[in-house]
């Protein structure tokens, strides 16, 4: 009798054991095993938000930004599951989250691929979730070469829309495409220092066309296609890099015309630019 | 025979290239009498504001209920702003017309402040009519020599296209009306700002603190700046280092220094104090093409720098990733009180998680050891003045830079109105509300929208 109960004990465990091993290989499938936290962008994240969705407590867009909306969210559902609330999806949270909701992934990379409108609420069938885009709209051209992250939205600065960024990257890059990096970080952080000071227009456009401030603007350069460099340069500017030591100014010694812009105190020379106050 | 031909050939075409000429010639006309319309109306148009701010101005000064003088300041604050776009549509960016925009400047914050206080509880005060007075005067000259412009401007038909001409070409030397005119209302600005006198708090509005005033420490050589630099890059080896001191026209004392390694092609920049040798900013710039650690492992290595480069007690409160870069925003937690003055951030790389990008600029401005005050309003006393629609998610105590440019002791609370997420701070002490933000959404990709 004793070697049947261990038998059946043993049973019992490979089984337990094996189930383990099922369910916990599922949910490795599910996630990759990073860490999630807010500002992270890519499919872990659209992952997240469609099985948050999927058990009512995301009702935002899937749109693959761990945002404000998910971060919530995610509190919300730890809060319910009696896990520690930190707001990461971390190894326990996101196996819990795995075993109480389920996600369809080609489904839901399908539609943001497609740039439809949808949402992934549990209880109704998915197709009826779909606003597909009016029938006018025109196809978007497959996958741009340079998208890397599987995302339908994107981070941006504090204050700055991406087509503010886009028209400082035209100004950076119209500028000073020749310069190196830090030269590049340099001209953007001088017209952010601008829009701070009180002699100078308050908006990005104020002061990129304010007449005779920029020769790339009066030569008409600046309506370059810019690179992703000079998006980078403008985001770090954004985010508080300033090279030129609160310059307000600068100049091409070799080309500069006007006398006034050598009596500004100079605060330092980056590239071919001198930066002045 | 042929020789007719051939000239009647180059008779069609010298007529035809001078019928092309003639209309290229007219459509520029037409384009430089639209810039010139274009310079024109924003001058004429700053004159009318200036003459317009001058008669606001003096009438508020003979108001004396708040009925009517909080929407007569309200005014002046949108007719200066006005004025200013006006003066920003113009071709001045090549003189020195800094004073008369700062002038302008000042009316619409001196202006916008006093509008905005409830002026029963809190009468203009005696030095504040007085600057509403010398503000009077002020835009009287002002409004005078810009009239005097005007006049010459329209009885010698001066052209602003003229003006644009001569300052590009920096040839100042030559007459140009509208240059002197605008010359003389400069100098005559130089005179007021010089000499007035705004209370504190409002200089500190215009002014940010633009020296590191709080740091400590011996001066450090330029041999010392280089050490630094590679104890804070972890580069070792066969590295070119140039240092170079800052420029003279710079507020506070820095050496920039530049390190390349030509094995693995990096080039990386930092600026450091000379006061005590501190990391200014740094740039490492490279190329990252991968993600290969998530955000949360790329913040781990974010504060384990921090923590081996001496800056303690600091706690991450923003994250965010650009394509395959994190970035990490810090600020000073004393006693469990968040210090946004003092904020770090930290860019890593998500190929490798080495710190591509520092920048301590506000942080050694701010930073300072300070005394936590204690908070007078519990966390319920604090709620009871928030907007009873925002559902409060979390709360702390802060300290911020409020908008009068002072430093407050907060309690901060994190709200949900439907999708969109608060930051608001209400006074500690006082129980106002010192700011609220509505933090930003993820903005969609419209290329897809499309």
């Excluded at chain 1, 407590?57 to 899937?62: A, L, N, S």
């Excluded at chain 2, 000239?7 to 001078?18: D, F, S």
């Excluded at chain 2, 007569?72 to 004073?99: H, T």
Aim: hydrophobic share 35%; proline share 3%; net charge positive.
């Amino acid at each position: 009798m004793k070697g049947m109960a261990s038998i059946v004990k043993k049973g019992l465990f490979i089984f337990l054991v094996s189930f383990a091993v099922i369910s916990g290989g599922s949910n490795a499938k599910a996630f990759t095993n990073q860490v999630i936290q807010r500002g992270a962008v890519g499919d872990d994240v659209i992952e997240l938000q469609a099985r948050l969705q999927n058990i009512g407590y995301y009702r935002g867009r899937i749109d693959g930004v761990f945002g404000w909306g998910t971060y919530w969210a995610l509190r919300n559902f730890q809060k319910a599951y009696r896990l520690p609330i930190d707001g990461l999806a971390g190894t326990t949270t996101k196996n819990k989250l795995a075993d109480a909701s389920n996600f369809n992934r080609a489904f839901v990379h399908e539609q943001i691929r497609k740039g439809n409108e949808f949402t992934y609420y549990g209880g109704t069938p998915i197709e009826k979730q779909i606003k597909t885009k009016p029938a006018g709209a025109k196809k978007r051209a497959p996958k741009s070469p340079g998208r890397k992250v599987n995302k339908a939205a994107t981070n941006s600065p504090a204050g700055f829309s991406q087509n503010d960024i886009q028209l400082l990257a035209n100004a950076v890059y119209g500028e000073s495409r020749g310069e190196p990096y830090i030269g590049q970080v340099a001209v953007a952080a001088v017209i952010l220092n601008r829009l701070e000071s009180p002699v100078f227009p308050h908006s990005v456009s104020g002061v990129i066309f304010e007449p005779g401030a920029f020769t790339a603007v009066a030569d008409g350069q600046i309506w370059l296609t810019p690179n992703e460099r000079a998006k980078e340069a403008v985001i770090d500017a954004i985010n508080g890099w300033d090279p030129t030591g609160n310059a307000l100014y600068y100049f091409n010694p070799d080309t500069a015309t006007s006398k006034w812009i050598w009596s500004r105190p100079q605060i330092k020379k980056i590239g071919k630019h001198i930066f002045c106050e | 025979m042929l020789r007719s031909i051939l000239i009647v050939v180059l008779v069609l075409a010298v007529a035809g290239t001078g019928y092309w000429g003639y209309q290229e010639h007219q459509e520029k006309n037409a384009i430089l009498v639209n810039s010139e319309n274009n310079y024109q109306r924003a001058f004429h148009d700053l004159s009318y504001q200036v003459d317009l701010l001058h008669d606001k101005i003096g009438t508020s000064l003979a108001m004396n209920s708040r009925k009517s003088l909080s929407p007569a300041l309200a005014d002046v604050w949108r007719i200066s702003s006005e004025a200013n776009m006006d003066v920003g549509q113009l071709p001045l960016s090549l003189m020195a017309f800094n004073k008369t925009e700062e002038f302008l400047s000042n009316i619409g914050s001196f202006s916008y402040k006093t509008a905005v206080r409830d002026l029963d509880k809190e009468p203009l005060t005696d030095k504040e009519y007085k600057n509403l007075q010398s503000l009077y005067k002020q835009s009287n000259i002002i409004q005078n020599e810009l009239r005097k412009v005007q006049y010459l401007v329209l009885k010698n038909n001066l052209r602003w296209m003229d003006v644009e001409l001569a300052l590009a070409s920096g040839d100042e030397q030559q007459d140009n009306t509208i240059i002197d005119g605008f010359k003389t209302v400069e100098n005559k600005s130089v005179g007021y700002s010089e000499k007035s006198d705004f209370d504190p708090t409002f200089t500190s509005m215009n002014k940010r603190e633009n020296n590191f005033e709080h740091i400590k420490g011996k001066q450090i050589s330029k041999r010392e700046a280089a050490a630094i630099a590679k104890k804070y890059t972890g580069l070792q080896g066969n590295i070119k280092t140039k240092v170079e001191s800052n420029g003279k026209g710079s507020d506070f004392e820095f050496y920039s220094v530049s390190l390349s390694d030509n094995q693995t092609k990096s080039q990386v920049n930092m600026d450091i104090t000379k006061k005590g040798g501190y990391p200014i900013w740094l740039i490492n710039t490279r190329d990252v093409n991968t993600t290969k650690i998530s955000l949360n492992k790329a913040s781990n290595s974010a504060a384990k720098f921090l923590k081996d480069n001496g800056f303690s007690s600091l706690e991450l409160y923003e994250s965010a990733q650009y394509d395959n870069v994190g970035v990490f925003n810090f600020v000073t937690n004393q006693d469990g009180v968040r210090i946004y003055p003092d904020s770090i951030r930290v860019k890593i790389a998500l190929d490798n998680g080495k710190v591509i990008g520092f920048s301590a600029d506000d942080y050694l401005k701010g930073h300072r050891e300070r005394k936590i005050e204690k908070a007078d309003l519990s966390v319920q006393e604090a709620k009871a003045n928030i907007n009873p629609k925002v559902q409060i998610m979390e709360d702390r105590l802060a300290y911020i830079t409020n908008d009068t440019g002072d430093e407050v002791l907060c309690r901060e609370f994190l709200g949900v109105i439907g999708e969109d997420t608060y930051r608001i701070f209400i006074n500690a002490k006082s129980g106002q509300e010192e700011k609220v933000e509505k933090l930003q959404n993820a903005e969609p990709i419209y290329e897809q929208m499309i």
